[in-house]
Nanobody, 125 residues
Framework: QVQLLEFGGGSVQVGGSLTLSCAVS?????MAWFRQDLGKEREGVAS????????FYLASVKGRFTISQDNAKTTITLKMNDLKPEDTGMYYC?????????????????????WGQGTQVTVSS
């Protein structure tokens, strides 16, 4: 079981920036950030594959958010720029099991076996 711990949430104004980090203990095939706001379904924001480094993004965050992993694959980072009110929510990092696939259906929560506790991001206008 991969252990995950998120850092870096907070409150910012529209157009501001935040960087989220996820400390990872264990091996994974792929990592993703999901978010969930009150009354809404959890949605995939970005994903990265451990081996290839391929990245995937929700259409509404492309060009504004960047997901990355360090060489040791112990930290996953989500850099968020030009934040909008609709980016508000609880952000979770999640890991796909080590020998599973990565990339396909990356935004499907049920494919992730490990989840962090979440960190809140609030964007105000």
């Amino acid at each position: 079981q991969v252990q995950l711990l998120e850092f870096g949430g907070g409150s910012v104004q529209v157009g501001g920036s935040l960087t989220l980090s996820c400390a990872v203990s264990g091996f994974y095939a792929g990592m993703a950030w999901f978010r969930q706001d009150l009354g809404k379904e959890r949605e995939g924001v970005a994903s990265i594959c451990a081996g290839s480094g391929d990245t995937f993004y929700l259409a509404s965050v492309k060009g504004r958010f960047t997901i990355s992993q360090d060489n040791a694959k112990t930290t996953i980072t989500l850099k968020m720029n030009d934040l909008k009110p609709e980016d508000t929510g609880m952000y979770y990092c999640a890991a796909r099991p080590r020998f599973s696939s990565c990339g396909s259906r990356w935004a499907l929560p049920s494919l992730y076996s490990s989840w962090g506790q979440g960190t809140q991001v609030t964007v105000s206008s």
